[in-house]
């Protein structure tokens, strides 16, 4: 795979068959997404080479509409170059071919952009009023924390007020280090599941898009990707209150209340609020329910060894204990609604015995002497 070390054009990533197969059909044998992000320059040809790849299957693949106006614009620029750069001395045979390589992928993405309006595909347009990642944490203040996701598996984020924050690939959370004053502000962009630390003089706020999502104390699921038309809230314990952000004009619904199983839709098209009273009636929510949605945490009678077994498969961490000293613990508590932090804490002191936790990253680390 040296040679594509020597690709300096889209069209070198079109014709490589490994490329084609990791853009369609996300096999990627050879590591093309380690080798993209080893240069900047690098890529930006490797999402050039994208979105035209893709512009070529629709209606088969989702594509933005921002992403095809530049690509489009992109596309043209390098025809008008080709143009230049062919001199009469060259063969009519090859002048023709690369004009009518690059006219054919312009045309793909003209005929693709016009796929998308002809079948109201629920894109966010260029003429939406949209709020970006960037602009929300630009409104605080305080000095804040950025995490971001760039693994393939879920990861732990724990806030200084306990509350814990389940961060999907690809997602990032901006916080402050420490908070101060009456609220506690976090700004998501991507997905995370949340469950915070129960404070009624101390809202929490979740910053997501074009929403601002309020909860005292609750477990609940936030989907805002900044490329994907609807931004999504999940309650599974609790109770949460969305409305729009202040930087949007107010819709006609100010405010939503939403129980444990409810979720709300909001469409970014038409700042619209869609609520969903039943997710098992909704197919795209019912199979997006992870783990940590499903999974019960009222223990009776239950060995800790299933216990700690059952927070590895919630929270995807791993979880080290001395298993001969509690292989005869039994524990009968509930963990619902309650941080990744209280959970741990709540076990370790229903075992006793200097039993504690240590916490670091996705790895835990627990002590003990054994059952009391």
Same mark, same amino acid.
Request: with cysteine; aromatic share 8%.
């Given at each position: ?155 732990? =984020?724990?806030? /200084? +007020?306990?509350?814990? $924050?389940? #961060?999907? *690939?690809?997602?990032? @959370? ?73 930087? =949007?004009?107010? /819709? +006609?619904?100010?405010? $939503?209340? #939403?129980? *444990?199983?409810?979720? @709300? ?81 709540? $076990? ?25």
């Amino acid at each position: 795979m040296q040679k594509r070390n020597k690709y300096t054009e889209i069209e070198d990533f079109l014709s490589d068959e490994s490329f084609q197969s990791w853009i369609l059909s996300k096999i990627d044998n050879d590591g093309w997404e380690e080798w993209t992000l080893e240069s900047r320059r690098r890529a930006k040809l490797v999402q050039d080479a994208r979105v035209l790849l893709l512009a070529m299957k629709v209606p088969e693949q989702t594509i933005t509409q921002p992403e095809l106006y530049k690509a489009l614009q992109t596309t043209w620029i390098k025809i008008e170059e080709k143009e230049n750069e062919i001199n009469s001395s060259q063969n009519s045979k090859i002048r023709f071919l690369k004009k009518y390589f690059l006219s054919g992928i312009a045309a793909a993405l003209v005929i693709a952009l016009g796929s998308l309006w002809i079948y109201n595909n629920p894109i966010i347009t260029p003429e939406s009023k949209v709020v970006t990642y960037n602009e929300l944490i630009n409104e605080n203040n305080e000095g804040l924390v950025e995490q971001t996701n760039n693994s393939d598996k879920a990861q732990i =984020i724990t806030l /200084s +007020d306990g509350s814990s $924050v389940l #961060l999907q *690939p690809k997602s990032k @959370l901006s916080y402050p280090k420490i908070f101060t004053g009456n609220e506690r502000k976090v700004y998501l962009s991507g997905e995370g599941f949340f469950e915070i630390s129960k404070n009624p003089k101390k809202p929490f706020f979740v910053y997501a898009n074009e929403i601002v999502t309020k909860v005292v104390g609750t477990s609940f699921r936030v989907k805002a990707y900044s490329d994907q038309p609807d931004v999504e809230v999940l309650v599974r314990t609790g109770k949460v209150r969305v409305k729009s952000n202040d930087l =949007i004009s107010k /819709s +006609d619904q100010d405010e $939503v209340v #939403l129980l *444990p199983n409810q979720a @709300l839709r909001f469409q970014r098209k038409d700042l619209s609020f869609n609520k969903i009273t039943d997710i098992t009636q909704d197919i795209v929510l019912t199979r997006s329910v992870g783990n940590i949605e499903q999974l019960s945490f009222e223990f009776t009678d239950i060995p800790v060894s299933q216990i700690f077994e059952t927070i590895e498969q919630a929270y995807l961490v791993d979880i080290d204990y001395p298993k001969n000293k509690l292989k005869d613990c039994h524990l009968t508590t509930s963990l619902s609604d309650q941080p990744l932090m209280e959970k741990l804490k709540i $076990v370790c002191n229903s075992i006793g015995n200097n039993t504690t936790f240590e916490m670091n990253g996705n790895q835990i680390i627990i002590t003990s002497d054994g059952c009391n």
